[in-house]
């Protein structure tokens, strides 16, 4: 590929992925982690974040570093070519050198430990250590990887498309939301990079998304595989629908006595009484120790200059875009929008054009000045163009317009508070965890020190987590907390020493806290006599008897629509026969339960069922079958045809990645990941 395609290229690829990219650069919250790791991260991963994390390349990344695993397996961890200590794997002709596998060990290693519930990554279990190298390992040969094919297929990119790279990212970014040097120089100074080593950060980045573009791009759907999928999902059946609710039966008359005690007897779960428990909680969480954490003022202004152009905003504008290489094709957009068609239509026709909406875009981050000076320049809702910029010919319409507004420190002061004790208070509460366990050990639950972020509770509450009154009970936490405490207290035995308990996160995501709980007093649940209960089992028995009448009288109705043409045909005088309920796959119906609508899907026309949902019988006979026409509903279409093109773009991708590992097969350096595992604090010293 020329420079010149692929300049051609970029500038499409660029509009194309330029809405992601409208979005404030915020802090890094990931826990466990100070926020100054934050800054030290944006480098590597912040920069990467459109391609590793917010983009589909950054599943298909993911992918080729589980394949890269499974082909080179652990042998080639253990089993080295070389003694050589300053490289940790060959790729091709590229390097993962020991320093490179220490600073993302490093990065990661926090994180982990989170997740793995210890304090520290000093403190990360000798049997998780290898796994956490292989892994990171793997990230950084997977990546050499997307780079050492790029440079078989000889994709470059252009120094003008990193430096308008640079100049989008609004970190970089002055008051005014322009370029500023000195901040790019301040940057570059804090991490430790020279000019040269951040360009071929960002050089890499470009290479692999210019490289993964044509092949993603390339994925098609046949306009017969949607119209088949359109039509599975947009099949309907039309019904008829008759509900015998159970209270609208004619209320029996009150039994012998000997009946109500039979049915007090045999339903005895009616009106037992619940089992309450008294306990006292304890709760330690990132929510309750973020509340005492202490943040200076001093840090508080650092984070809000960072953040400058988050809180200094310049006029935004929302726009609708299509980008042409000739004026004719353009023109011939710009007639069609003029002429009162709207954006799926214009955005339909503009087949083989670069189409994109730019939500909120500040005039620095449009690729070209003149496309900037136009945007900055139309009236709201006005179609303006063609114009001639540098990535070709430009149609336009500005649907939003924000005017320019500054949030003072003052005003930002909370929000920036949050923003710090999100990312500290997790890292906090695992120091104050260890506190926590031996202030337990070594008393009761009332003597916690206030200042390790813990918040008590106590009170009776049944198995349900409900006070007496009805009400949730109030306990500190997160709802996956409030349950596991629950559940311990209604597995805990009364006065059982209180013992300390985490309370895992969702895969990858940190923990969500601990608590500790002491039971002090259990009333159990018991059957009161009848007598006490008599007006509750007479009715009950009542409720029991309607809906048993309602059954009976919709079985009869069922086997009458099944002989006699449907539940039209049988329906009693005075009863509301709902007609014409539609029940596809691609809406829900209102008032059909999940469980029948998924049976309505499947019947031919002329079936009658019955089901039942929360209060009533339901007899349901399909009447029709409707296909609609594909041609009459374009977006639907669209959304059929986006949804396969997406998926089958995602397989194509995954398809080309699991050949890289052919392409350029990794040589690991045993020497050199050993030595990355010592210095990162992992190993055993052994080869420092």
Same mark, same amino acid.
């Given at each position: 590929?020329?420079?010149?395609?692929?300049?051609?290229?970029?500038?499409? &690829?660029?509009?194309?992925?330029?809405?992601?990219?409208?979005?404030?650069?915020?802090? !890094?919250? $990931?826990?466990?982690?100070?926020?100054?790791?934050?800054?030290?991260?944006?480098?590597?991963?912040?920069?990467?974040?459109?391609? /590793?994390?917010?983009?589909?390349?950054?599943?298909?990344?993911?992918?080729?570093?589980?394949?890269?695993?499974? =082909?080179?397996?652990?042998?080639?961890?253990?089993?080295?070519?070389?003694?050589?200590?300053?490289?940790?794997?060959?790729?091709?002709?590229?390097?993962?050198?020991?320093?490179?596998? @220490?600073?993302?060990?490093?990065?990661?290693?926090?994180?982990?430990?989170?997740?793995?519930?210890?304090?520290?990554?000093?403190?990360? *279990?000798?049997?998780?250590?290898?796994?956490?190298?292989?892994?990171?390992?793997? =990230?950084?040969?997977?990546?050499?990887?997307?780079?050492?094919?790029?440079?078989?297929?000889?994709?470059?990119?252009?120094?003008?498309?990193?430096?308008?790279?640079?100049?989008?990212?609004?970190?970089?970014?002055?008051?005014?939301?322009?370029?500023? #040097?000195?901040?790019?120089?301040?940057?570059?100074? +804090?991490?430790?990079?020279?000019?040269?080593?951040?360009?071929?950060?960002?050089?890499?980045?470009?290479?692999?998304?210019?490289?993964?573009?044509?092949?993603?791009?390339?994925?098609?759907?046949?306009?017969?595989?949607? @119209?088949?999928?359109?039509?599975?999902?947009?099949?309907?059946?039309?019904?008829?629908?008759? #509900? %015998?609710?159970?209270?609208?039966?004619?209320?029996?008359?009150?039994?012998?006595?000997?009946?109500?005690?039979?049915?007090?007897?045999?339903?005895?779960?009616?009106?037992?009484?619940?089992?309450?428990?008294?306990?006292?909680?304890?709760?330690?969480?990132?929510?309750?120790?973020?509340?005492?954490?202490?943040?200076?003022? !001093?840090?508080?202004?650092?984070?809000?200059?960072?953040?400058?152009?988050?809180?200094?905003?310049?006029?935004? $504008?929302?726009? +609708?875009?299509?980008?042409?290489?000739?004026?004719?094709?353009?023109?011939?957009?710009?007639?069609?929008?003029?002429?009162?068609?709207?954006?799926?239509?214009?955005?339909?026709?503009?087949?083989?054009?670069?189409?994109?909406?730019?939500?909120?875009?500040?005039?620095?981050?449009?690729?070209?000045?003149?496309?900037?000076?136009?945007?900055?320049?139309?009236?709201?809702?006005?179609?303006?163009?063609?114009?001639?910029?540098?990535?070709? +010919?430009?149609?336009?319409?500005? @649907?939003? %317009?924000?005017?320019?507004?500054?949030?003072?420190?003052?005003?930002?002061?909370?929000?920036?508070?949050? +923003? /710090?004790?999100?990312?500290?208070?997790?890292?906090?509460?695992?120091?104050?965890?260890?506190?926590?366990?031996?202030?337990? &050990?070594?008393?009761?639950?009332?003597?916690?020190?206030?200042?390790?972020?813990?918040?008590?509770?106590?009170?009776?509450?049944?198995?349900?987590?409900?006070?007496?009154?009805?009400?949730?009970?109030?306990? *500190?936490?997160?709802?996956?907390? $409030?349950?596991?405490?629950?559940?311990?207290?209604?597995?805990?035995?009364?006065?059982?020493?209180?013992?300390?308990?985490?309370?895992?996160?969702?895969?990858?995501?940190?923990?969500?806290?601990?608590?500790?709980?002491?039971?002090?007093? %259990?009333?159990?649940?018991?059957? *009161?006599?009848?007598?006490?209960? #008599?007006?509750?089992?007479?009715?009950?028995? $009542?409720?029991?008897?309607?809906?048993?009448?309602?059954?009976?009288?919709?079985?009869?109705?069922?086997? &009458?629509?099944?002989?006699?043409?449907?539940?039209?045909?049988?329906?009693?005088?005075?009863?509301?026969?709902?007609?014409?309920?539609?029940?596809?796959?691609?809406?829900?119906?209102?008032?059909? *339960?999940?469980?029948?609508?998924?049976?309505?899907?499947?019947?031919?026309?002329?079936?009658?069922?019955?089901?039942?949902?929360?209060?009533?019988?339901?007899?349901?006979?399909?009447?029709?079958?409707?296909?609609?026409?594909?041609?009459?509903?374009?977006?639907?279409?669209?959304?059929?045809?986006?949804?396969?093109?997406?998926?089958?773009?995602?397989?194509?991708?995954?398809?080309?990645?699991?050949?890289?590992?052919?392409?350029?097969?990794?040589?690991?350096?045993?020497?050199?990941?050993?030595?990355?595992?010592?210095?990162?604090?992992?190993?055993?010293?052994?080869?420092?």
């Amino acid at each position: 590929m020329s420079g010149a395609e692929l300049s051609a290229f970029w500038s499409s &690829a660029f509009l194309a992925h330029m809405v992601p990219r409208l979005r404030p650069v915020r802090p !890094d919250r $990931r826990q466990g982690i100070e926020y100054s790791v934050f800054q030290a991260d944006f480098c590597m991963i912040s920069l990467l974040r459109r391609f /590793v994390v917010d983009s589909w390349a950054g599943r298909i990344l993911a992918a080729v570093l589980f394949l890269a695993f499974v =082909g080179w397996g652990v042998g080639d961890i253990l089993t080295g070519i070389s003694e050589k200590g300053d490289v940790a794997a060959y790729v091709g002709s590229r390097q993962v050198t020991t320093a490179e596998l @220490t600073t993302a060990l490093r990065q990661q290693l926090p994180g982990m430990a989170q997740r793995l519930g210890v304090p520290g990554p000093e403190q990360i *279990p000798q049997m998780f250590r290898a796994g956490i190298v292989r892994d990171v390992l793997n =990230g950084l040969i997977g990546q050499k990887q997307l780079l050492e094919a790029a440079r078989r297929y000889g994709i470059t990119v252009p120094d003008d498309v990193i430096r308008d790279e640079i100049f989008s990212l609004p970190v970089f970014h002055g008051p005014d939301g322009r370029f500023d #040097r000195s901040r790019f120089n301040s940057y570059l100074s +804090q991490q430790n990079l020279t000019e040269n080593r951040f360009l071929d950060i960002m050089r890499d980045e470009l290479t692999v998304r210019a490289m993964l573009g044509p092949v993603s791009g390339a994925a098609r759907v046949s306009r017969l595989a949607i @119209t088949r999928i359109y039509g599975w999902e947009t099949e309907t059946r039309v019904a008829d629908v008759l #509900r %015998i609710p159970f209270a609208s039966q004619e209320a029996p008359a009150d039994p012998d006595e000997a009946v109500l005690r039979r049915f007090y007897s045999n339903h005895p779960w009616l009106f037992r009484t619940r089992e309450y428990r008294h306990a006292k909680i304890v709760v330690l969480s990132p929510e309750t120790v973020a509340r005492v954490l202490s943040v200076s003022d !001093d840090t508080l202004h650092k984070l809000y200059d960072e953040q400058s152009s988050r809180y200094h905003v310049p006029e935004l $504008r929302s726009l +609708q875009m299509v980008t042409a290489n000739d004026e004719a094709a353009a023109q011939a957009i710009a007639t069609l929008w003029k002429g009162g068609a709207d954006w799926a239509q214009v955005r339909d026709q503009a087949k083989g054009l670069v189409a994109v909406e730019f939500p909120d875009a500040r005039s620095a981050t449009l690729p070209d000045r003149a496309l900037q000076k136009a945007v900055f320049g139309a009236a709201l809702n006005d179609v303006t163009g063609p114009v001639k910029t540098g990535t070709g +010919q430009v149609v336009f319409r500005v @649907t939003k %317009i924000t005017p320019p507004h500054d949030t003072s420190f003052d005003q930002a002061k909370e929000d920036l508070r949050r +923003q /710090v004790t999100e990312v500290g208070a997790p890292e906090a509460m695992a120091q104050n965890a260890r506190k926590l366990q031996d202030v337990i &050990a070594g008393g009761d639950l009332d003597s916690i020190p206030t200042d390790l972020g813990a918040a008590a509770a106590s009170g009776f509450l049944d198995a349900a987590g409900l006070t007496k009154e009805g009400e949730p009970a109030p306990m *500190p936490g997160s709802e996956a907390i $409030r349950k596991a405490v629950t559940a311990q207290i209604f597995a805990q035995k009364k006065g059982a020493p209180a013992v300390l308990t985490e309370v895992p996160g969702k895969p990858g995501k940190p923990s969500e806290g601990w608590f500790a709980v002491s039971v002090d007093e %259990i009333e159990p649940g018991k059957l *009161p006599p009848f007598d006490e209960v #008599r007006i509750r089992v007479l009715a009950a028995w $009542r409720d029991a008897q309607m809906q048993h009448e309602a059954n009976v009288k919709a079985t009869g109705l069922y086997i &009458a629509a099944k002989e006699k043409g449907g539940i039209a045909a049988v329906a009693p005088a005075g009863a509301e026969v709902s007609k014409g309920v539609m029940v596809s796959r691609s809406r829900e119906s209102a008032g059909i *339960p999940a469980d029948l609508a998924a049976q309505i899907q499947n019947m031919p026309a002329g079936v009658s069922f019955m089901g039942e949902d929360s209060g009533n019988y339901i007899v349901v006979t399909v009447t029709r079958i409707v296909h609609p026409e594909a041609k009459d509903d374009i977006i639907g279409m669209n959304q059929i045809r986006d949804g396969m093109t997406g998926s089958l773009s995602d397989d194509v991708l995954e398809a080309f990645v699991r050949t890289l590992s052919d392409v350029a097969k990794p040589k690991i350096i045993s020497r050199g990941v050993e030595i990355a595992q010592n210095q990162a604090g992992l190993g055993d010293g052994d080869h420092e």
